[in-house]
């Protein structure tokens, strides 16, 4: 006789299920990246991402503000991941495939409110495709910036310490943190509902053009957990990562199983074959994820 599993629900945000994780498993390693020498515990992600949110805050990011983000897997994603859903933002992920054209009706399309990205991917110059579709930013005062072309848009960010004009610096946004009062940083996170919205992630628009697809806490958080369930991950676990973040099999089926079950994300900047065998050497993963082409690339490694 095979037995029934019980059905399992969560209705806590993604900031809930980081905060408990972090105090189940404050030691065990979170977030580990091999070719940076990047390591974090569940305790320290949990610190991080607390400085980014209310940095966020302090930059006046609202609660239903959109921030769209263009990177690669570098390692604030993850922590971006978590600290606009701690204060109630949402996440909206952006292919780092994409060029001007489809990076313009995106931001329209979306009416997001803030930007942020890293300097470019392969042969796309991130930083100054932004500032071809939006020359303002260069001219106006960054705490008074607008622009006609996106009329929603109040921010646009650089996710490194490099200073661009008209952008704000993760550096100043970790410093702007200490404008915001634990108080008041703890009365925007009890602001926030499972059933928020907090992902926006577009499809591949095979049917015409790409559509929004909006998910809330109470989705992705099941989701992942469920994945990881049947997985049997648990703390002692260690997930390689080589997939692209912006896509649900990143952020969703890989980010979320791992905060669900406390297990260590071992994450890569982009995927290439003996960084990805050299990561799971050293870390021990016990999980790898990724696509036929990945798996038959580091096959043919001698």
Wanted: with cysteine.
């Amino acid at each position: 006789m095979t037995m029934k599993r019980k059905e399992i629900t969560t209705e806590e945000t993604l900031g809930e299920l980081l905060e408990k994780r972090a105090s189940e498993f404050p030691d065990v390693d979170a977030v580990v990246f091999v070719d940076r020498d990047y390591r974090m515990t569940w305790k320290e992600f949990n610190d991080s991402v607390d400085t980014i949110a209310k940095g966020l805050m302090a930059l006046g990011v609202e609660k239903g503000d959109k921030l769209a983000l263009w990177a690669t897997n570098v390692p604030h994603w993850v922590s971006l991941q978590f600290a606009t859903a701690k204060i109630g933002a949402i996440l909206l992920t952006i292919n780092t495939n994409y060029r001007s054209t489809e990076i313009d009706y995106i931001l329209k399309q979306s009416e997001t409110e803030h930007l942020m990205m890293i300097d470019g991917h392969r042969d796309t110059d991130y930083v100054a495709t932004i500032y071809e579709l939006m020359p303002e930013l260069k001219i106006l005062p960054r705490e008074t910036f607008h622009t006609n072309r996106y009329p929603r848009l109040k921010s646009v960010m650089f996710l490194g310490p490099e200073k661009h004009r008209g952008m704000y610096s993760m550096t100043e946004i970790l410093s702007l943190s200490c404008q915001i009062s634990d108080e008041e940083y703890e009365e925007r996170k009890k602001n926030v509902s499972c059933y928020d919205v907090v992902n926006m992630q577009y499809t591949s628009g095979t049917t015409g053009f790409p559509k929004g697809v909006m998910l809330t806490h109470f989705n992705i958080a099941n989701d992942g957990f469920w994945i990881g369930e049947n997985m049997n991950y648990s703390e002692k676990d260690r997930i390689c990562l080589p997939v692209p973040l912006f896509h649900c099999f990143g952020c969703v089926l890989g980010v979320m199983a791992s905060v669900n079950h406390g297990s260590t994300m071992v994450i890569l900047e982009q995927y290439d074959p003996v960084v990805a065998m050299t990561a799971i050497e050293q870390e021990r993963c016990t999980s790898v994820y990724g696509v036929p082409t990945m798996f038959i690339a580091m096959l043919e490694q001698k």
